[in-house]
């Protein structure tokens, strides 16, 4: 049988109001990868006004601007990430891989002997 997995979810806050989270920040590395707010929102099964309302509500909560839009031309537009959204996306990042390091450290210190699932015990 499988072994348990320790989950997490993570954000931030300040002021009481969201300013990044894991799902948030899948949104701007698939802008900054794709160079397309269309494609990040398309790639994540989300409308463009959804994805662009995300985006927004961040920029509001934090007090910046995160991504630069250059609109259509025979090319279409483009959408990239500010200098600003490029550090805390990288950051962040940092961020979470530090604290899933620390969550499967201390599970494995902590729930480590009880890994197995409970179908793999049987009762004595």
Do not use: C
Not at 3 to 11: A, E, G, I, M, N
Not at 80 to 87: H, Q, Y
């Amino acid at each position: 049988m499988e072994q348990f997995v320790p989950r997490q979810k993570l954000w931030l806050e300040h002021g009481g109001k969201l300013v990044m989270s894991d799902y948030r920040l899948r949104l701007l590395q698939l802008i900054a990868e794709t160079g397309s707010l269309a494609q990040a929102a398309n790639a994540m099964g989300l409308s463009y006004r959804r994805a662009w309302g995300k985006v927004k509500e961040l920029e509001a909560n934090l007090g910046m601007q995160l991504v630069q839009s250059e609109v259509g031309g025979a090319g279409g537009g483009h959408t990239a990430l500010s200098p600003e959204a490029r550090e805390l996306v990288a950051a962040y990042g940092r961020f979470l891989e530090r604290m899933t390091a620390a969550l499967n450290q201390a599970y494995a210190e902590e729930l480590g002997t009880l890994a197995s699932a409970p179908a793999e015990r049987a009762p004595r």
